[in-house]
């Protein structure tokens, strides 16, 4: 996915040390091995042991430059030395693999209800669809999901489960389709319920927040990271962290009252004002990437010390 954008905005060069804290299937990971070649290093990380494993067979001609691991991208910083790396890659949400196989419960395919990037780690999108409140389901349906229809949904499915617990895709899909009728939609009338219990579940939001934290840590100075995210929720929160850090002050106070400003040296740079997307011939060619939004920011050095007088 907008893969000569992110080889040239990390500034893929030969000798340069790299991290993708979403190495997946390897695709982006073996685009930076090649162009840093013969020398380049790369960290690679995914919470998903299958895909930790897939992307250690596909780039197993690079190994001596190569270091993978599983575990979440938010703990980087046990294993990876402050400013070591030249870039940061995250290329954020599910990827085909997990997305394509229904025993893993991201898509309408009928399947478990799972939804788990990791399987080792504890709720599935089935405890929570049973188990959580009317309120605490419409909530994430509204704030992960922008459903709209949230309350509603959430009623229908409390219901639901007092007949039987739901506990397949196919199951859940279908009673949201019979809820809320496809009518000329483009996408499944469950794509946002399915998006929020996704979030939800692998707590994506909480491992971003300290992702970028983590990732920010991991950079040398004047090193570049590079997030692509596929909705606006990832978004707003990837593009506020680019905004707090690249200013020249502490907000005065909850409401930012000019005059209570104090000033301090920005942590980053904006590469890019607005957002990198796909263009036509990639939106065509893989119409996933359809929603793909990618930022750029520049780790900004100390400040030289002000000149003494
Ligand atoms: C869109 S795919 C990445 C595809 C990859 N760039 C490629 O070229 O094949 C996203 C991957 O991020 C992983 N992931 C999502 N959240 C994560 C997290 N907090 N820590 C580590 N990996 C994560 C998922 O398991 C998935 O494999």
Same mark, same amino acid.
């Given at each position: ?5 992110? &080889? ?13 804290? /979403? ?59 402050? !400013? ?18 229904? !025993?893993? $419960? ?17 709720? /599935? ?20 999901? $922008? ?39 483009? /996408? ?15 707590? !994506?939001?909480?491992?971003?927040r300290r992702?970028l934290e983590a990732a920010l840590n ?23 962290? $680019? ?56 780790? &900004? ?9």
């Amino acid at each position: 996915m907008l893969l000569a954008e992110v &080889l040239e905005n990390l500034q893929v060069r030969p000798g340069r040390t790299f991290l993708d804290g /979403t190495v997946g299937g390897g695709g982006h990971a073996e685009a930076i091995l090649k162009a840093s070649a013969p020398n380049g290093r790369l960290f690679g990380c995914d919470r998903d042991g299958i895909a930790v494993e897939a992307a250690r067979a596909r780039l197993s001609q690079f190994a001596g430059r190569l270091e993978i691991r599983q575990g979440n991208y938010a703990d980087v910083g046990e294993w990876i030395e402050r !400013e070591s790396c030249d870039g940061v890659l995250l290329d954020l949400g599910v990827s085909s693999p997990q997305f394509d196989r229904p !025993e893993r $419960g991201f898509s309408f395919q009928d399947g478990p209800l799972d939804m788990r990037m990791d399987p080792r780690q504890g709720a /599935t999108a089935a405890d929570l669809v049973n188990d959580w409140s009317g309120e605490e389901l419409a909530r994430i349906f509204w704030e992960y999901g $922008g459903e709209r229809d949230s309350r509603r949904l959430a009623r229908e499915i409390v219901d639901e489960r007092q007949g039987r617990r739901i506990e397949r895709t196919g199951q859940l899909a279908g009673l949201i389709e019979r809820i809320s009728p496809r009518a000329g939609r483009k /996408t499944h009338p469950a794509t946002k319920i399915f998006q929020a219990l996704r979030i939800a579940v692998n707590d !994506e939001l909480g491992s971003l927040r300290r992702g970028l934290e983590a990732a920010l840590n991991v950079l040398k100075p004047s090193g570049r990271l590079v997030v692509i995210s596929f909705h606006s929720v990832e978004d707003r929160l990837v593009k506020e962290f $680019g905004r707090r850090l690249s200013r020249d002050y502490e907000p005065g106070g909850e409401t930012d009252r000019p005059e209570l400003r104090r000033p301090r040296a920005p942590q980053l740079k904006l590469v890019r004002r607005k957002a990198i997307v796909p263009g036509a011939a990639e939106e065509k060619e893989n119409p996933r990437s359809r929603s793909a939004q990618c930022r750029v920011f520049e780790k &900004l050095g100390n400040l030289p010390a002000a000149a003494s007088e």
